[in-house]
């Protein structure tokens, strides 16, 4: 049986009739796309052949979409008509990921069910003094560093903030890298992962499970270094909970909320499930995060007079005293919040979203899928397209605040899916922005953020998040 998303609106068309780049025997494409740069390379060629056309890594064949209307469509229809792929799976499982993020059917609805009170807004609510302490641990490491007249690097200390409140809010477990730690294990396995899910996502078979390399052993012995230190957090998480009954009706962690979701013995998310969840919020709240923040650093330096109206809005909302700073007032922050997304329409930390059908389908304009086609949709072309965003090269966050006559930007919920849509939408979305909202606010409310005047250009990098590169940030106190 052949599912539609909708009736097509175009004759048929098969995969192989769709156009795309060359491709060379055994290999395909394999050999044009660099890890490092796979998601301009795909955008690249989506101005080339089109929002839909083919390729292929050595012998798996891929549909690229870069579509914001049947990408939405897609993305949307999971977990029903779509699911992450079977790729995606074994990428994950193999790197000790393979949590809520990765799986699919039934497995996916049980961890989501389990997962989703830990980020309920009375939790969140609980964990905002946490921020706000590491907030102003990452203004004392700046201010040592100016101090200092030293030169630094910005996107590292804000890596360094995320990795502080993500292993703090997620476990409880406290790696003071803003304070100078000397061990660096933590943040270096974590790297060393997600280079490694960079790496492996291009081939289309798990080729390291059968043939042993110094890096595959050194990846290993990063997972494990991780595991371990997540199963003594969730023994002393427990622990906690069964000391202190306290802790059931306001979890002081997201490991603890996970712990008491699992109300019995059938309903509950086992050690090594609670493992890949860890893991894989350790990855998305280091590296993601830090990226968001970094790029709209980068976007207020070149644009300083916004950094006076997140001033403004800081002094409005707080009563001119930012140490006030509570749940209410970030979700209060809508300029500072239109800033963050406005980075995330040209800068999108997750350019690429990977699904696969769960039976043969034909997409709306009339695409011919069997059952496990592999597709990549592009999510940065949707917040490029004229049809829907009014100069969209141009860094405009006023474009997505609300008036009476535009209560909702129309972008949002058309093409903007930095956070994905549908059942499968990111839980963690609001904790991102909160993070974001807490760091932006405090660093224009303290800091002159620009760049230097011979400052490099800056790049992109791909490495399962896409970051930036060359990235030079001064920020001087204010006065």
């Given at each position: 049986m052949v599912k539609g998303i909708n009736s097509p609106v175009l004759p048929s068309r098969l995969l192989d009739?769709?156009?795309?780049?060359?491709?060379?025997?055994?290999?395909?494409?394999?050999?044009?796309?660099?890890?490092?740069?796979?998601?301009?390379?795909?955008?690249?060629?989506?101005?080339?052949?089109?929002?839909?056309?083919?390729m292929k890594l050595l012998n798996k064949q891929y549909l690229v979409i870069a579509d914001p209307k049947i990408g939405l469509e897609i993305i949307k229809q999971r977990p029903k008509l779509f699911n992450r792929t079977e790729r995606l799976e074994w990428l994950f499982e193999d790197l000790g990921f393979h949590g809520v993020f990765s799986s699919n059917g039934d497995k996916w609805k049980r961890q989501r069910r389990l997962i989703m009170p830990a980020f309920s807004y009375k939790t969140l609510a609980n964990f905002v003094p946490h921020l706000n302490a590491l907030s102003i641990n990452l203004?004392?490491?700046?201010?040592?560093?100016?101090?200092?007249?030293?030169?630094?690097?910005?996107?590292?200390?804000?890596?360094?903030?995320?990795?502080?409140?993500?292993?703090?809010?997620?476990?409880?477990?406290?790696?003071?890298?803003?304070?100078?730690?000397?061990?660096?294990?933590?943040?270096?396995?974590?790297?060393?992962?997600?280079?490694?899910?960079?790496?492996?996502?291009?081939?289309?078979?798990p080729w390291w499970r059968y043939i042993r390399t110094p890096e595959t052993r050194r990846i290993d012995k990063s997972r494990e270094e991780v595991y371990q230190l997540a199963v003594?957090?969730?023994?002393?998480?427990?622990?906690?909970?069964?000391?202190?009954?306290?802790?059931?009706?306001?979890?002081e962690t997201i490991l603890q909320a996970m712990i008491v979701a699992s109300d019995s013995e059938d309903n509950k998310l086992t050690d090594d499930e609670l493992f890949a969840n860890i893991l894989t919020l350790l990855l998305a709240g280091e590296d993601t995060t830090s990226n968001m923040l970094a790029w709209t650093l980068y976007y207020l330096a070149k644009n300083p007079h916004l950094q006076q109206q997140v001033i403004d809005e800081v002094s409005q909302v707080c009563n001119g005293d930012i140490e006030t700073l509570d749940l209410a007032a970030l979700e209060q922050f809508e300029f500072t919040e239109a800033i963050l997304r406005e980075g995330l329409r040209l800068k999108g930390t997750a350019p690429l979203i990977s699904a696969e059908p769960t039976e043969d389908t034909v997409l709306s304009n009339g695409i011919k899928l069997p059952k496990g086609t592999a597709i990549f949709i592009l999510t940065r072309p949707g917040g490029l397209d004229e049809r829907v965003v009014v100069c969209p090269e141009t860094f405009n966050p006023e474009r997505w605040l609300s008036t009476p006559e535009k209560p909702v930007c129309p972008h949002l919920q058309?093409?903007?899916?930095?956070?994905?849509?549908?059942?499968?939408?990111?839980?963690?979305?609001?904790?991102?922005?909160?993070?974001?909202?807490?760091?932006?606010?405090?660093?224009?409310?303290?800091?002159?953020?620009?760049?230097?005047?011979?400052?490099?250009?800056?790049?992109?990098?791909?490495?399962?998040?896409?970051?930036?590169?060359?990235?030079a940030l001064t920020l001087m106190p204010r006065k």
């Open positions: 009739d769709l156009p795309g780049p060359k491709q060379k025997p055994i290999l395909g494409n394999f050999t044009q796309i660099s890890p490092e740069s796979f998601h301009t390379d795909l955008e690249q060629w989506a101005k080339e052949y089109g929002p839909f056309y083919q203004q004392t490491a700046i201010d040592k560093k100016i101090a200092a007249g030293t030169e630094f690097n910005v996107h590292q200390l804000l890596q360094f903030f995320t990795i502080d409140i993500t292993t703090s809010l997620v476990f409880g477990y406290q790696t003071n890298m803003l304070s100078g730690s000397v061990d660096t294990r933590l943040r270096d396995n974590i790297d060393r992962l997600f280079h490694a899910l960079n790496k492996r996502g291009k081939y289309p078979f003594s957090m969730i023994t002393k998480a427990k622990a906690d909970l069964a000391e202190n009954s306290a802790l059931t009706e306001e979890p058309s093409s903007h899916i930095p956070f994905g849509a549908g059942a499968r939408h990111c839980p963690g979305e609001r904790l991102a922005m909160m993070e974001g909202k807490a760091v932006i606010a405090r660093l224009c409310w303290y800091y002159v953020i620009s760049q230097p005047e011979l400052a490099p250009e800056v790049g992109e990098e791909f490495a399962f998040t896409m970051r930036p590169t060359n990235l």
